[in-house]
């Protein structure tokens, strides 16, 4: 089945140790995106790519980056987390015609 | 610039009650609105859509959504609630020429007692 894989489902790391999460998808969809979800809040938007152009939300905190090196593959590096950073990461794909969001289980990040 | 409210924080229901959990919006063009639902400790699950057409949308697992122009409204709702309804869910809005980019409304548990 087409799907959006999220690793690790479950990470825990130290305050200022960085941590990288991973995204893969089976959908060929031309946008990915990266959410931040705390306490069944509304996800928050980190950024997005549109195929290879990178669209970084303004409030996005430096400490958050991206990569995307193809199609499938997507990642979310933390430079320095901090405990405020302590939350559940979504990764999403949409096709640019549907618009609809696939989302990937998540992970939920721990910060020591 | 574009929004979304859901001014139910909770909603609760017995089940085979009818359910509809509420959804606002603002957009400076053609709205496109979804529906999507939150299993604890689960990505979103996508419902339904509207995006032209019919007003009434049907989606996944007996739930529909009626698109008010007039009202700027997407309600969701459902004939006969089950308990395993209980969840989040969250509408959301994208401007039909803001690609890619959807706004998120705060949710609403839904609560289905047996």
């Known amino acids: 089945d087409a799907m959006v894989i999220q690793n690790p489902r479950y990470q825990v790391t130290q305050f200022g140790k960085p941590v990288t999460l991973s995204c893969s998808q089976t959908?060929?969809?031309?946008?990915m995106y990266w959410y931040q979800q705390k306490s069944s809040q509304a996800p928050k938007l980190l950024f997005h790519y549109y195929d290879k152009d990178f669209n970084n939300e303004a409030d996005t905190p430096d400490n958050f980056q991206s990569r995307r090196p193809n199609t499938s593959f997507c990642f979310l590096d933390i430079r320095s987390p901090g405990l405020g950073d302590a939350a559940m990461y979504l990764c999403?794909?949409?096709?640019?015609?549907?618009?609809?969001?696939?989302f990937g289980p998540g992970t939920r990040l721990t910060v020591l | 610039a574009q929004s979304v409210a859901q001014p139910e924080d909770q909603v609760n229901v017995a089940e085979g009650n009818p359910l509809t959990v509420k959804c606002t919006y603002s957009v400076s063009g053609n709205p496109y609105l979804f529906w999507y639902v939150q299993y604890p400790n689960r990505g979103l699950q996508f419902l339904l859509k509207?995006?032209?057409?019919?007003?009434l949308v049907k989606g996944s697992y007996g739930f529909e959504a009626e698109f008010n122009k007039s009202q700027t409204s997407f309600h969701l709702k459902k004939p006969s609630a089950l308990v395993s309804d209980s969840a989040l869910y969250f509408c959301?809005?994208?401007?039909?020429?803001?690609?890619?980019?959807?706004?998120f409304g705060d949710g609403t548990t839904l609560t289905v007692k047996p």
């Open positions: 999403a794909t949409s096709s640019r015609q549907n618009g609809e969001q696939f």
């Open positions: 959301a809005v994208r401007d039909a020429t803001n690609a890619g980019k959807s706004t």
């Open positions: 959908l060929n969809h031309n946008v």
């Open positions: 509207y995006i032209t057409g019919d007003n």
